[in-house]
Structure formats: C-alpha cells, structure tokens
C-alpha cells in the first residue's frame, strides 16, 4: 500500500519543476497524499497551478506568502474548510538578498540580516502555529535546511546563520508539539541547482567541490530528498522529531579528503 494514503500533505515552496518542494510534491502523489501547494504571489500563481496539475488533477493550489499573517490565517481557513485537517507541513522556503549571498558575511545589513530570518526561519514558526488547529490527531512537520547552518560555506553567509535558528526552532517546536503528537524535522539537503541555490555566488564551484568529496562520489538527487519527505510524512517515521536528517551523499561527515575525485 501506498505510504501516505488517507493523509492530507500542505507543501510550501514550489517555483517551478527545479525546486526541492516540487519533487516532494510529486513522492507524495505517487504515496497516495492529498496534496495542497501554494504560490507567494499573483505572478507565480498560474506557473504553480500549472505544475500543480501536471502532478496531480486533484492538487489543490492556494495563495500563501508567509510573511503575511492575514494570508496565513486564510490558508488555515480554507483547509478546515475544504479537508478539517491537515497531517504534514512541508516547509520549503527561504530567501535572502543576492548581495547577501556573494560578498564577506561581515558587510550584511541589518535588513538583509532580518529579512533573511523572516522569510527563512521566523515562517516555520509561524505555519506551525497557524497548522496547529488543523492537526488535532497528530502529524508531521518538516522544513529545509543545509549544512550551512552548522559549518561556513564560502557566501552562504546570511543563510547559514538563518538556517542555524531554522534548526534550533526544529528543535523547540518538537519539543513544544509533541505532546500533540506532532513531529517536527528539518531535511539538510545536499546542494542541488535551484532558483535559489543559482543565487548563491560560486554555487557550480560547490556541486562540483561536493560531488568530488562526497563519500557516494555524487550530488544529491532532488528524489532522494522527497522520499525522505515521505517516510517523515509517513508511519515509518513516527519515531522521530526535533531531528535534522543529511540527505547529501554523505558530505557532512567529511573533514579532510586526501584523494578527491578518485
Ligand atoms: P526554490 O525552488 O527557489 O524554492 C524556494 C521557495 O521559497 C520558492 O517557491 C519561493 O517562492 C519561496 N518563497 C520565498 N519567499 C517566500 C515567501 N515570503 N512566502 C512564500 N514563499 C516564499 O529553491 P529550493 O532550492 O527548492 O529551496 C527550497 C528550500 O530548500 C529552501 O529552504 C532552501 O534553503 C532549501 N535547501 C536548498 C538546497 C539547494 O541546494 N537547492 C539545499 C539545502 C536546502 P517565489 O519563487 O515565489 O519567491
């Protein structure tokens, strides 16, 4: 049987079919998964229905940008509305200002700084809270992160530190919902060529620097997170919260590589 049959999953962060959250969207149709996908704003809005039905005739596309408490309470409302509940949050967002993201960690601005957490870290927080009158059985909540958040990686800068409170909140939400038996996880995804990751100044430089090193001698495959995604979203992962699972070839456990590429 399918993993994720009966479960209603909300997937926050699809810009198009390069993007981490689009293919957690297509795993969680293949798993039998009521999916729900949103767009920041009116620009986006058609692209994401589009891809919306390409997964799925039953995907269901809404308005969210998350720094918009109104468009959050809405979002909240229109689930309770059309399914009552809701079992898995996928949270696949972040942003920070290109600047930000190419010169030294030590020039970013008080409003790159802020912004950054908003959009990257402060949201997690705040689809949580307005998710929570929609999991009364229990669910599954889970986020993106990187390796950034825990080591420096050359521009990464401002999104690294964002990641690192993203982390920490994973941690403080699981322990404030797991009472509800709600679970909470961040995914540390190895590097993968994305609208955002193409904003990272020397992001080739990092693929290739990855794939050399890693101990699968590969980068990550965007499936490879999604089925993480799912077993999360699913009973098999029921065990786990307040945890951040690597999906990344292994690189994180690497210090020093004496044979790169070999
Ligand atoms: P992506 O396709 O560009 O996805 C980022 C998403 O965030 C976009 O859908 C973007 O929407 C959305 N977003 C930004 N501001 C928003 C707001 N205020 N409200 C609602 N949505 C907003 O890039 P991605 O690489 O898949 O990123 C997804 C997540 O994976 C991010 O948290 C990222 O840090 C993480 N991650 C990525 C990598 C990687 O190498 N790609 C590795 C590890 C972790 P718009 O396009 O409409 O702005």
Known sequence: MALL??????????ANKWSLAYAIAQAYVREGAQVVLTYQSDRLKLT???LGKEISPDV??????????EQLDALAATLKEKFGT?????HSIAFANREDLSRPYVQTSRDGYLLAQEVSSYSLVAVSRAMLPLMPNGGSIMTLSYLGA??????????????????????????????????????????VKTTSARGIKDFSKVLDGVSAV????????PAEVADTAVFLGSNLGRGITGNVI???????VMALALSQGS
């Open 60 to 69: 269901l596309v809404l308005a969210c940008d998350v720094t918009v408490p």
């Open 86 to 90: 809701v079992d898995t949050v996928v």
């Open 214 to 221: 890693a101990p699968l001698r590969r980068n990550t495959d």
């Open 246 to 252: 690597y999906v990344d070839a292994g690189f994180q």
């Open 5 to 14: 049959t009966g479960k209603t999953a909300l997937i926050l962060g699809v």
């Open 48 to 50: 994401v229905e589009e």
């Open 150 to 191: 825990v080591r420096v990686v050359e521009n990464y800068n401002v999104m690294g530190v964002a990641k690192a409170a993203l982390e920490a909140s994973v941690r403080y939400l699981a322990s404030d919902l797991g009472a509800q038996n709600i679970r909470v996880n961040a995914i540390s995804a190895g590097p």
